[in-house]
């Protein structure tokens, strides 16, 4: 059964500070990796995916790697800003549509 | 071109009551997936359908819960006889045929039993 781990499960940074989530997932059999930001109250939205012959991905501040071998991906984000506070979501998909879902980190940029 | 919709938005049912959730895909979109998200949990799958038909409800509560996706209207989550454990936000994502992983979520819509 496919587990997802993110560590840490909170972080507060101040504002400009460079920053690094993680994510874990046990069973490397997966098709792509998909990092969301969730914010209080609202769904959530797609930052990144990688599929698994990838080993990164970039949007603006944000880079996200993936180690399928070792089960790993991070999700790198720049020059942090206020905007950026907000619970992100790692998920992972294998054989099937569903999503496999991490319990999120919970990130405090503060001005 | 509007995103996924979901109503209500928030939901108060006593113990015992039926709550009726609704997710509006986007257009052009036949797949529908819901997610249930608990407190301080992931969101974790329920079930995955197309339109008139289930594909995966291995997520899905054996009992009390039931899902559906008519060929008109939205799709919706039906939960019996609700209990304080149900509480939670329930999420729907949909996506297109040819591309099934990319899923767009609805904001939700966060239930309360009393």
């Known amino acids: 059964k496919q587990e997802v781990t993110q560590i840490p499960a909170a972080l507060s940074v101040p504002e400009g500070e460079n920053l690094v989530l993680n994510c874990s997932f046990t069973?490397?059999?997966?098709?792509?990796l998909q990092w969301f930001r969730q914010d209080p109250g609202k769904g959530l939205t797609s930052l990144l995916l990688?599929?698994?012959?990838?080993r990164e991905q970039t949007s603006g501040r944000l880079n996200a790697s993936l180690d399928k071998s070792s089960g790993r991906s991070t999700l790198y984000i720049a020059a942090s800003q206020p905007g950026d506070s907000a619970t992100y979501l790692c998920?992972?998909?294998?054989?099937?549509?569903?999503?496999?879902f991490g319990k999120g980190t919970k990130l405090t940029v503060n001005p | 071109n509007a995103g996924v919709m979901q109503n209500p938005r928030h939901l108060v049912r006593r113990r015992g009551q039926e709550a009726r959730l609704r997710c509006s895909p986007m257009k052009g979109h036949s797949h529908v997936y819901w997610y249930r998200q608990l407190p301080e949990e992931g969101l974790k799958f329920m079930v995955y359908l197309q339109k008139e038909n289930i594909i995966d409800e291995s997520g899905m509560p054996k009992e009390r819960f039931s899902a559906e996706f008519p060929k008109e209207g939205p799709s919706i989550l039906r939960i019996q006889q609700v209990v304080r454990g149900d509480s939670a936000a329930y999420f729907c994502a949909s996506s297109h045929r040819d591309r099934p992983y990319e899923q767009y979520f609805g904001p939700g819509t966060r239930l309360t039993v009393t």
């Open positions: 990688i599929q698994s012959s990838q």
């Open positions: 998920a992972v998909r294998q054989g099937s549509e569903k999503l496999v």
């Open positions: 069973d490397s059999a997966i098709y792509n």
